[in-house]
């Protein structure tokens, strides 16, 4: 059975205060996992250390950072490396989300070194993808997310695919409140599937988690992940919210 998960990217939000509040509220009602299913906070460098002591115990419940950079050390000031995570304790990374992919000017060629800097520490990436407004609109989106696939992870082995977990975040469903119906996502999802399947095989494929991202809220996550493609969400603005982030995370069962 696949690893079904509910991802949280707080992005640039919340102060420490903040950060603490929302964790207080969500360890009071956080709920019990069963042991197929992993709640991810993917939240600000600054907050790593403490979040993980604050989820030190709770089974299933693990920390992310949202970016790495593609060297392991060197003259890169302001930059953070996989291997300062890994030594932190860190055994999960966002890489290529939409918002650095458009400011941060990441590429396919760029993200594949992230995720062999990543995979080489320990460190499994959360590789994201999905198209702009346009592709979408010209019915070019199947081949766009699956050129992004392509370009960052095929250099990889069989082995190392079947560990890591992809992301599916169409561009125009992020922070519009516009989400992709489910007929949208499935279809993405049993594409993107069917792209690893082409170069790994089926049996490799089937272990790889999907989340879907993009205006997800307690509103339509079981709608969304009772697809059967859709392992999960990556939750962005509902999840700085404990009762809306909890109701997602109840909506994996
Ligand atoms: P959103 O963001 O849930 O606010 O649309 C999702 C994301 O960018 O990961």
Known sequence: MRTQIAAANWKMNLVKEEAEQLMDQLLASAPTLQNNQEVILAIPFPYLTWAQSRLDGLKGYRVAAQNCH?????????????????SLGIRDCVLGHSERREYQGEGEALLAEKMDRCLEAGIRPIFCCG?????????????FVAAQIRGSLFHLSAEVIAGIVIAYE????IGTGKTATTAQAQEMHASIRQVLA????????????ILYGGSVKA?????????????????????LNATEFISIVSALS
């Not at 082409?198 to 988690?209: E, K, M």
């Not at 509103?219 to 999840?239: H, I, Q, Y």
């Open 70 to 86: 593609h060297k392991n050390a060197g003259a890169y000031t302001g930059e953070v490396s996989a291997p300062m995570l890994a």
């Open 219 to 239: 509103a339509n996550a079981v709608e969304l992940f009772t697809c059967p493609d859709v392992d999960g969400g990556l939750v962005g603005g509902a999840s």
């Open 170 to 173: 169409p561009i125009w469903a």
């Open 198 to 209: 082409q170069q790994y095989g089926q049996a490799v494929a089937s272990q790889v988690p």
């Open 131 to 143: 198209e702009p407004l346009s592709v979408r609109e010209a019915g070019n989106q199947n081949e």
